[in-house]
């Protein structure tokens, strides 16, 4: 008959393996979503609209940067839900970056929208991407799975060490 530490550490190798194909899942998923960008130039009091092309859900993950190279830019950026609305807005002044992440709360086609308030033509590098919340709950479940895993592997090796220290003691060995 097994021991009650050796069914423990069972549960705990299968947890532990099972998290960790999870984990490797969603972190293929998330390669997988790979970001779009696009390298624009803005003319002084315009702006571009950068439409990304992957319909998101709501509750996805939607982050965005932008990055420019050019000491005189004076940009505004932000995101427009499908519905319209405006979202996340950053200001970016000179070389550096912006970057913005929401939770999306309207389904559909988002754009991203990049004003050039400066007196001069700016040139930045967009990047828009999002993370399914499902791969975020998956990875969350992953994560927790293998903690859970490893607790019980640690009571389980802490049962053996106890039964061996017992069964010494009742052999007079101790």
Do not use: C
């Not at 070389?95 to 929208?113: F, Q, Y």
């Not at 308030?117 to 927790?144: E, H, P, Q, W």
């Amino acid at each position: 008959m097994l021991r009650d530490y050796k069914k423990i550490a069972r549960l705990s190798y299968v947890l532990i393996v099972t998290a960790i194909v999870l984990v490797a899942l969603s972190i293929v998923f998330i390669a997988s979503d790979a970001p779009e960008s696009r390298d624009v130039g803005v003319l002084p009091g315009s702006s571009y609209h950068f439409v990304y092309n992957v319909t998101i859900d709501q509750g996805d993950y939607l982050f965005y940067s932008v990055v420019s190279n050019n000491s005189t830019a004076n940009f505004t950026a932000y995101l427009v839900t499908p519905a319209g609305a405006v979202t996340s807005m950053g200001n970016l002044t000179g070389n550096g970056s912006l970057k913005k992440d929401l939770v999306a709360r309207d389904s559909g086609n988002w754009t991203l929208v990049l004003e050039n308030n400066g007196k001069v033509d700016a040139y930045a590098r967009l990047t828009v991407y999002r993370i399914s919340y499902l791969v975020t709950y998956t990875i969350v479940f992953g994560i927790s799975l293998f903690a859970s895993g490893f607790i019980l592997l640690l009571v389980s090796l802490n049962l053996r060490r106890r039964e061996g220290s017992y069964s010494r003691r009742q052999r007079g060995l101790e």
